[in-house]
């Protein structure tokens, strides 16, 4: 049971764009933080960047910051991630996640609840 399902990924070269999705199955995220997450071959699965579920503040990894966007279309329940100028090195599965319930704003990867089931991201250079 996927509770998250994310889309959007592919191949592209270096210096491209892509825009991830994650919309919500079987159940309502309206009112949670969300995190997107990536997993690299022979790597730990590391944070990318996070939304909150009040006011959508934006927090990102130092490695993506000023190229990663994510936002919110809560009619929708989906959150984005808008990928800009992408690098060899943002070859991943990119997951999206939620806490375990709404009205909570979590930091620690361990903390996130709900996850989905991931969609590849490869940059060829």
């Known amino acids: 049971q996927v509770a998250l399902v994310e889309s959007g990924g592919g191949l592209v070269q270096a210096g491209a764009s892509l825009t991830l999705s994650c919309t919500a199955s079987?159940?309502?995220?309206?009112?949670?933080?969300r995190g997107w997450f990536r997993q690299a071959p022979g790597k730990e699965r590391e944070f990318v960047g996070r939304i909150t579920w009040n006011i959508g503040s934006t927090y990102y990894a130092d490695s993506v910051k000023g190229r990663f966007t994510i936002s919110r279309d809560t009619a929708k329940d989906t959150v984005y991630l808008q990928m800009n100028n992408l690098k060899p090195e943002d070859t991943a599965v990119y997951y999206c996640?939620?806490?375990?319930?709404?009205?909570?704003?979590?930091?620690?990867?361990?903390?996130?609840?709900?996850w989905g089931q991931g969609t590849q991201v490869t940059v060829s250079s």
């Open positions: 996640a939620a806490p375990p319930g709404p009205y909570m704003n979590v930091v620690d990867q361990k903390q996130y609840a709900y």
């Open positions: 079987e159940r309502t995220f309206r009112q949670y933080a």
